[in-house]
């Protein structure tokens, strides 16, 4: 089984919801935590990298 949604909250308040391509974004993550972080996927797998 798989992830198929994800939801962001930031400060309490949802920034983001929905199937889990269109949630885990670098952009998004990035705003989540206010850090540059970059999201990848590979062999199946999610990756973040600051």
Partial sequence: MTTTHALLIRDGIITAAG????VLTTAR???AFDHPI????QGGRWNAAA
């Fill in 19 to 22: 199937p889990v391509e269109n």
């Fill in 38 to 41: 970059t999201i990848t996927r």
């Fill in 29 to 31: 993550i990035s705003e």
